[in-house]
Nanobody, 128 residues
Framework: QLPLVESGGGLVQPGGSLRLSCTASGFSLDYFAIGWFRQAPGKEREGVSCITYRGPLTLYADSVKGRFSISRDKIQKTVFLQMNNLKPEDTGVYYC?????????????????????WGQGTQVTVSS
């Protein structure tokens, strides 16, 4: 069983919205930085956004800036990715990854190898 669980994917028309959730199975997300990555068919996995626990600090890929928003609810121990104005090129399997947060707090969308814990992914399809 993978330690993270993603949910919230689905089929949406261009311009629509979805909110993805990432929770942990068997451990707490406290003091873990969380990254969202996606993989389109035939392409490599790419970073979308990440958030630290302390701060928190957030980062976004240029392709999603102004459309996606990452947040975390420390009480619910859940990280959310709000995706607005979705485009067909946003289609893919979305994964969340977790890594013990370094000091000072930081996260990355440039290297999925930094994240040792992953979920099974959730499919996002943007199509008319």
């Amino acid at each position: 069983q993978l330690p993270l669980v993603e949910s919230g994917g689905g089929l949406v028309q261009p311009g629509g919205s979805l909110r993805l959730s990432c929770t942990a199975s068997g451990f707490s997300l406290d003091y873990f930085a969380i990254g969202w990555f996606r993989q389109a068919p035939g392409k490599e996995r790419e970073g979308v956004s990440c958030i630290t626990y302390r701060g928190p600090l957030t980062l976004y890929a240029d392709s999603v800036k102004g459309r996606f928003s990452i947040s975390r609810d420390k009480i619910q121990k859940t990280v959310f990715l709000q995706m607005n104005n979705l485009k067909p090129e946003d289609t893919g399997v979305y994964y969340c990854g977790a890594v013990g947060e370094p000091v000072p707090a930081m996260c990355t969308v440039a290297d999925d190898g930094r994240y040792p814990y992953w979920g099974q992914g959730t499919q996002v399809t943007v199509s008319s």
